[in-house]
């Protein structure tokens, strides 16, 4: 069983920051790319940064310059560092991970989801 959490959502003004963590747990042997979505309201989800492979970032257009994604490979967790929000930067942020079980199964795992809301 592996699961992640993210944690670090909030309610915060336009112009202010906010930092997304999230931890994978359970029978890893290891995780592939890690990766932050978002889906706000009336919206798809949409891939916001990810890391899919090691020293590799991809960014949406709409967040680069603003948005920061890191990795600690150590503690099987990945950050988004949020600069300079706008209200459209509301929504649900969702981790994903793709990890390889201690069962060598690949799991494609998602968290629940946390709220990130930016008034205006």
């Known amino acids: 069983q592996v699961q992640v959490v993210e944690s670090g959502g909030g309610l915060v003004q336009a112009g202010g920051s906010l930092r997304l963590s999230c931890a994978a747990s359970?029978?890893?042997?290891?995780?592939?790319?890690m990766g932050w979505y978002r889906q706000g309201p009336g919206n798809q989800r949409e891939l916001v940064a990810s890391?899919?492979?090691?020293?590799?970032?991809n960014y949406a257009d709409s967040v680069k310059g603003r948005f920061t994604i890191s990795r600690d490979n150590a503690k099987n967790t990945v950050y988004l560092q949020m600069n300079s929000l706008k209200p459209e930067d509301t929504a649900v942020y969702y981790c994903?991970?793709?990890?390889?079980?201690?069962?060598?199964?690949?799991?494609?795992?998602w968290g629940q989801g946390t709220l990130v809301t930016v008034s205006s």
């Open positions: 359970g029978n890893i042997f290891n995780i592939n790319a």
């Open positions: 994903n991970a793709q990890i390889r079980t201690t069962s060598l199964r690949y799991l494609d795992v």
């Open positions: 890391i899919p492979s090691p020293g590799s970032t």
